[in-house]
């Protein structure tokens, strides 16, 4: 099976923090693999803007160091490096200040779609904004990318919407979810509204529960006094984990176009229940072979930040009241693994005798490694002698269903910044989605405040504190393995 390649349009893309890290590691090589492909024109045009003293030929010789760190060597074919270089040019400027303003301008060019990537703290959002207008660099045709964390609390998040408001029309801001870029959960969709297999039976009548994880080997290392601000509710499900419920629960949208598939998550959203106290386990990871401690990593010994968090939310509308949805992430787990799991109801009545088991039919869908889904079905076990029940997977993994051609799958910055140039925000979220969801997650995070949680220890390596794993015990329900 060989990805069908629609060109976009030249364009000019502006990345403020062009030689941050993001940058780097993320945007230059995701956009050199789309000249690669054949996506991106050759008459794009990208821009560095930083405060970084280079010039061109400097920024040229960064980006390449960067290719060569982050892309394989046998994707990097000279004539493609050598025509990606040519694209590139930099301007040093000051967000805040007036250096470097009239030379963008300069290089701006009539005629092709222009865009600008704001990867730069949010504090940094405004101002930015602000001068991209007053200066006449972006029309009312521009399109701006702003990266999270939007805002820390429903005030702050409305305060970047006001400033960016200020300047640029709703349908001109594109809030960049990576997760939402992701091949499967965008294949979530195609699932549910695209095979009339699972639609009648995705509600409460059919469906048991929902696992959402998201775990990660890693710790927060040399960004622990950053993380320790925030921790994982604002980090991972104010926004990523969310977002997955949101595209499970939400009803099917009229088309897919981008207000309507939105008008449906925001629905979700709103019809989250407050949490309660028992429905929440945050959780530290303690020191071990792995490493030190959290506590030792963000070098606060008082700290009440959680780096693990599971719970179990309610979602009051008629197809799910009644379903709980369990999510969960950490940090120093056993296994970096994210999967959604649909777990079906078990059948009313089996024919078969207590003593063959209980089985229940599992569509999983893995967002990494290993991108791609299963379905569990119960089968007889081969052989003769009675009927003995087990389950296999339905699989299709990505790499084994796609092959050699698996490789040539853009990953979610690529998708989404191709997005921008189309035009397309059916994957950004809307102003009103991500205040919203601030709505909901504020008083979960001053419910724990005002009752002085402390957070579970929990071993590295595991599965989080065995809090988490009651969560679902005492509902006769158990989490699924995190597995690599």
């Known amino acids: 099976m060989v990805a069908r ?68 060597s046998s994707a990097l074919k000279p004539r493609i490096v050598e025509q990606f270089l040519s694209m590139l040019s930099f301007v040093q400027i000051d967000a805040t200040g007036d250096d470097g303003w009239p030379e963008l301008k300069e290089k701006m060019r009539d005629d092709v779609v222009h865009a600008f990537y704001f990867s730069v703290a949010p504090s940094l959002f405004g101002p930015i904004a602000e001068r991209l207008k007053e200066r006449g660099i972006a029309d009312g045709q521009a399109r701006i990318v702003v990266e999270k964390p939007f805002g820390h609390d429903l005030d ?43 639609e009648p039976l995705w509600n409460s ?18 960004r622990g006094e950053y993380y320790d601000g925030i921790g994982a509710m604002r980090d991972m499900v104010q926004n990523h984990l969310l977002q997955l419920v949101c595209l499970i629960a939400m009803e099917p949208p009229s088309r897919y176009d981008h207000d309507a598939v939105r008008d449906e998550k925001l629905k979700v959203i709103r019809a989250l229940e407050p949490m309660e106290p028992d429905d929440i386990v945050r959780g530290q990871y303690s020191a071990g072979s792995g490493g030190p401690s959290y506590l030792e990593d963000v070098g606060d010994p008082r700290s009440r930040t959680e780096c693990f968090l599971a719970m179990r939310l309610s979602v009051s509308n008629w197809r799910w009241a009644g379903t709980p949805f369990y999510i ?34 599992i569509l999983s869908i893995r967002l990494q490694p290993n991108e791609g889904m299963q379905l569990g079905v119960t089968i007889k076990e081969p052989g003769p002698g009675g009927m003995r029940l087990i389950d296999v997977p339905l699989d299709m993994t990505f790499a084994e269903a796609l092959g050699e051609e698996h490789s040539a799958i853009p990953d979610a910055y690529e998708r989404l910044i191709m997005d921008v140039i189309r035009g397309n925000q059916t994957l950004f ?28 220890p929990y071993d590295q390596g595991s599965s989080g504190p065995d809090d988490a794993l009651m969560l679902l015990h005492r509902d006769g329900r158990r989490w699924r393995e995190i597995r690599p």
């Open 429 to 456: 979220m809307r102003g009103d989605e991500v205040e919203a969801a601030w709505a909901w997650t504020d008083p979960v995070i001053a419910g724990w405040e005002a009752r002085g949680h402390i957070p579970s």
């Open 156 to 198: 702050s998040a409305r305060a970047l919407n006001e400033s960016l408001a200020a300047h640029f029309d709703e349908a001109q801001i594109y809030r960049i979810d990576h997760y939402l870029g992701k091949e499967t959960v965008q294949n979530l969709m195609a699932v549910r509204f695209g095979n009339m297999l699972f």
């Open 5 to 72: 390649i629609i060109p976009v349009e030249p364009f000019d893309l502006v990345i403020f923090g062009g030689t941050g890290d993001l940058a780097r590691r993320k945007i230059l090589p995701g956009l050199f693999r789309r000249l690669a492909d054949g996506q991106m024109p050759w008459e794009a045009r990208l821009i560095g803007a930083a405060r970084s003293d280079v010039d061109d030929d400097g920024y040229r010789a960064m980006v390449l160091e960067s290719l060569e760190e982050f892309l394989p």
């Open 328 to 361: 969960r992430t950490g940090k120093r787990l056993k296994a970096r693994a994210s999967e959604i799991a649909i777990v079906f109801k078990d059948a009313p009545h089996s024919i078969f005798d207590v003593p063959r088991g209980r089985h229940s039919n």
């Open 205 to 222: 009548q059919y469906v048991d529960h929902i696992q959402i994880t998201v775990a990660e080997t890693v710790g927060v290392g040399g």
